[in-house]
């Protein structure tokens, strides 16, 4: 065979590789099919994270009963990379994980939990260590080397970068390298990925960050839990197994929320079938926090295998009343008091005898017939939906129930 043959099957081969390799480059199915849960560093340790906290971490997941009620995925967000060798290879800051990722995450996997790390699309992270830019399939291998789970990818320092052509970038990156990783897409919803990210991440981001507040706003994008609730509440009909609407890190057991909002924070991420990725200090949490965060009753709600997020159904007496189908024609209600005095509710299900079920022939569930109610936080039956329900909410505080047959 001549120099000029060999070459053209050599051309030809590689043309074959390029064009397989973007057929078949794709999103790694049955991941994440019901919301992830799990926890991040980012919300209360920011910047200062090290090796000991993450094991730590590790450990309270499994000794508060967390890992028990369903939570997995241990995420090491922003800060734990400082450089690049000279081959490229991405390096962890060695004076704060001096025993490196692969070190970390066999431990994580130890725990019978998995590992999950950051990185950006940009050239640097938001905190200004290095992207992945440039870099993705080589980061991808390494991950899958080390032993990554789930990958939060943020979308700073990107010049004019395309949202969904750099996400495709990683989610092929990540395919080609083999290791199935939970994508997480973070573009705080610049690009409306809710269009286009279920081809591409299991979750993205809806808005900028959540702050450690109830009712608050800052001009750079950040806000408090009532604000990501009602941006995140209008886009329900994206959310679906495998890929969901990500109003951001929980902030309960935090420093800034009363317990009845901690309360209602955790209960509408449920509702929303948000993934639950807590953001406080497992090591050290009050008993309130772990009952919040440790409610299998609501957290139920969230794994709902029908994966629908619930909506704001009515606004009743200055209560918003939300709905979330679950499996077998269930129905689960939140009963939110935004208002800061306590309210007294008579709801009469003859007055709202139906809810449309969220089911694909649009069904309605009927609620005025004889359904039994759970209080999901009280954890006790509390009657039928044949007597008018009466209750009384705190300020900021939500009564969730169950409607079974
Ligand atoms: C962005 C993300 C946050 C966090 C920081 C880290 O702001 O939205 O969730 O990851 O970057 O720098």
């Known amino acids: 065979m001549n120099t000029k043959s060999g ?3 050599e051309l030809t081969f590689l043309f074959l590789l390029f064009i397989t390799t973007s057929i078949f480059a794709q999103k790694f199915e049955n991941l994440a099919l019901t919301p992830p849960m799990g926890w991040s560093s980012w919300n209360k340790f ?3 994270i090290n090796e000991k906290i993450i094991r730590e971490v590790a450990d309270a997941m499994v000794s508060s009963g967390m890992k028990d009620a369903g939570y997995e995925y241990v995420n090491i967000d922003d800060c734990w990379q400082i450089s690049r060798d000279k ?12 025993s490196g990722m692969k070190a970390l995450a066999d431990y994580v996997h130890s725990k019978g939990l998995k590992f999950g790390l950051y990185s950006c699309a940009g050239s640097l992270t938001c905190a200004g260590r290095p992207g992945s830019r440039g870099f993705e399939y080589q980061d991808a291998r390494t991950y899958a080397s080390w032993g990554v789970d789930f990958l939060k990818y943020d979308f700073c320092n990107i010049d004019a970068q395309n949202a969904e052509g750099a996400y495709k970038i990683m989610r092929d990156a990540l395919f080609t390298a083999k290791r199935p990783v939970v994508f997480e897409i973070c573009e705080w919803g610049g690009s409306q990925p809710w269009t286009w990210a279920s081809k591409v991440g299991n979750l ?10 109830w009712d608050c706003e800052f001009n750079w994008g950040g806000s408090g839990v009532m604000q990501i609730a009602d941006k995140n509440s209008k886009l329900a009909k994206y959310a679906k197994p495998g890929s969901w609407n990500h109003p951001d890190m929980l902030e309960v ?8 909002e901690a309360r209602s924070h955790f209960t509408l991420w ?3 079938a948000a993934p639950l990725i807590a953001g406080n200090d497992l090591r050290s949490m009050s008993q309130v926090t772990k009952e919040i965060l440790n409610n299998k009753e609501i957290i139920a709600l969230d794994q709902d295998s029908l994966g629908k997020q619930g909506f704001r159904w009515i606004v ?7 709905a979330k189908p679950l499996r077998n024609d269930e129905i689960a209600l939140c009963f939110l008091n935004r208002s800061d005095v306590v309210k007294t509710i008579e709801f009469d299900w003859k007055e709202n005898p139906t809810i449309w079920n969220g089911n694909a022939d649009g069904s309605p569930i009927k609620v005025s017939d004889k359904l039994n109610i759970r209080d999901l936080w009280l954890k006790k039956a509390i009657g039928t939906t044949k007597e008018n329900l009466k209750k009384t909410i705190q300020p900021h505080d939500v009564l969730v129930i169950r409607l079974t047959k």
């Open 7 to 9: 070459n053209k099957i």
């Open 46 to 48: 920011g910047v200062k």
């Open 87 to 98: 081959n490229g290879n991405i390096l962890a800051d060695s004076i704060n994980f001096p």
């Open 204 to 213: 993205w981001r809806t808005t900028g960050d959540i702050m450690d507040c």
């Open 253 to 260: 057991g935090n420093k800034n929320l009363t317990d009845n």
């Open 270 to 272: 449920c509702m929303m």
């Open 316 to 322: 009743f007496n200055g209560i918003e009343v939300w």
